[in-house]
């Protein structure tokens, strides 16, 4: 699992990711999280392209579930899964003065490390 170096200044992070459904729409999604130790956008992007799951293609894939972020996969009524062939994606990271607005009011820092634990669960590394 790897840890963020390169610190500079105090801003937050946009965090965007995506679901792509199996017949191809696609529906985006950002999180703002706080980054109080002030982590360099680059080594964010860097550390997040390390931590996500490589997927088909070389998508960096994961579960929101798992990593505390909500789904965007459309529900049907009735249905328990509306497409069970789909995928979340991450997309990019980017500095941003908006306010934080992830649901568990965490760090980026912390955030990543979330996303390591899972994938090394997931990949049978820990």
């Known amino acids: 699992m790897m840890t963020l170096q390169g610190k500079k200044r105090a801003s937050n992070t946009r965090f965007t990711y995506k679901y792509c459904s199996a017949t191809g729409e696609e529906t985006s999604k950002s999180v703002i999280f706080a980054n109080p130790e002030g982590s360099n956008v680059t080594q964010i992007d860097y550390v997040a392209r390390q931590s996500f799951i490589k997927g088909p293609r070389e998508r960096l894939v994961f ?3 798992l990593v505390g972020l909500p789904e965007l996969r459309p529900r049907v009524p009735g249905e328990v899964v509306a497409d069970e062939n789909g995928w979340y994606e991450f997309v990019s990271v980017e500095d941003t003065r908006d306010a934080d607005d992830d649901l568990q009011g965490r760090s980026i ?4 490390w979330d996303v390591g634990v899972m994938s090394d669960r997931i990949s049978g590394r820990r």
């Open 63 to 65: 579960k929101p579930e």
């Open 109 to 112: 820092d912390r955030f990543l």
